[in-house]
């Protein structure tokens, strides 16, 4: 059974610093995602990675893949409080639209 | 090009009753998967349709049933609640298989 780990669950961070979320999945899978997810809100998506190897930037974030190790990071740089948020990796196997999530990493910013 | 959207968005009810919660997907999307959120189990995958026809299933009692309409809305169900059902469920969307699932604002559900 596909499991997804993520960490840290709480992260509390001060403008302008960096950070790195990380998740782990325990078997091999075809696409990796990262959501958002504002309090009482949806799950908006921020990326999808489909290959070993494969970046992806979006403003302060960046999003990255290796399935070797299976492990994505979520990197912020020069934190703003806008990203205060809750992020989730979720993980998809081809053929399968069911995503396993991790469970969460809840971002505060401080001012 | 409109969103996912969810109908009821708020919903209360009492042990033993039934509910069914309904989705529409972006227009030209043909898949839709159901989610239930809660704070003890996090992000849970309930089922998926895609023409008309589920394809995979979570790991949910039978109480928890669902179906998708030719135009690909799609309603889910659950009977006999249980105060444990309380939850946000959210209804997902994607043009096929394999392709980024958008979600709908959500339907929390209150059993009290």
């Known amino acids: 059974e596909l499991k997804v780990e993520q960490n840290p669950l709480f992260l509390s961070m001060q403008e302008g610093k960096n950070y790195t979320i990380y998740c782990n999945y325990s078997?091999?899978?075809?696409?990796l995602y990262w959501y958002r997810q504002d309090p009482g809100k949806s799950l908006e998506s921020l990326f999808v990675l489909l290959s070993n190897g494969a970046v992806k930037q979006e403003g302060r974030l960046m999003a990255s893949l290796d399935t070797k190790a299976r492990l994505s990071t979520l990197h912020i740089t020069a934190a703003v409080h806008d990203l205060s948020a809750t992020y989730f990796c979720a993980v998809e196997n081809f053929g399968n639209e069911k995503l396993t999530f991790g469970t969460g990493t809840r971002l505060t910013i401080i001012p | 090009k409109a969103g996912v959207t969810q109908t009821p968005r708020y919903l209360i009810k009492t042990r033993g009753q039934q509910v069914t919660l309904s989705c529409s997907p972006i227009s030209g999307h043909r898949s839709v998967s159901w989610y239930q959120q809660t704070p003890g189990q996090g992000l849970q995958f309930l089922f998926e349709?895609?023409?008309?026809?589920?394809?995979n299933k979570g790991n949910f009692p039978g109480r928890f049933s669902g179906r998708q309409f030719s135009n690909s809305r799609s309603e889910m169900n659950v009977s006999t609640l249980e105060l444990g059902d309380s939850a946000l469920y959210l209804c997902?969307?994607?043009?096929?298989?394999?392709?980024?699932?958008?979600f709908g604002p959500g339907t929390r559900l209150l059993v009290l």
């Open positions: 078997t091999t899978s075809d696409r």
């Open positions: 349709y895609f023409s008309e026809t589920q394809r």
């Open positions: 997902a969307s994607s043009l096929r298989t394999g392709q980024t699932q958008y």
